[in-house]
């Protein structure tokens, strides 16, 4: 499997202490262009000497498979269907 794909943006950037993890910080133009901020999901994953971090992706079916009585939301009637809303 290659990870490697076109470079399109790289940076430098140092490891540093996290409470009992490490972190590495983002710069900004990286962050901006790849869409994450604070709180977005990501991976990050191992392949040998290199570590890839991949924007999270969530399918559709493991969504709903995660749905349960207890966090279902009841039915809302936002009234009458307008405009281009009308079947």
């Known amino acids: ?15 540093s202490k996290w409470g009992s ?26 392949h040998g000497d290199e570590v890839v971090l991949r924007k999270r992706t969530y399918d559709l079916a493991d969504l709903v498979s995660q749905m349960n009585p207890e966090n279902q939301h009841p039915e809302q ?3 009458e269907s307008q405009g ?4």
């Open 1 to 15: 499997m290659c990870i490697r794909e076109e470079v399109t943006m790289g940076a430098r950037s140092h490891v």
């Open 84 to 87: 281009d809303e009308a079947w």
């Open 77 to 79: 009637d936002w009234g």
């Open 21 to 46: 993890s490490l972190a590495v910080r983002i710069p900004k133009p990286i962050a901006e262009q790849w869409g994450v901020h604070e709180g977005s999901a990501i991976e990050i994953l191992s």
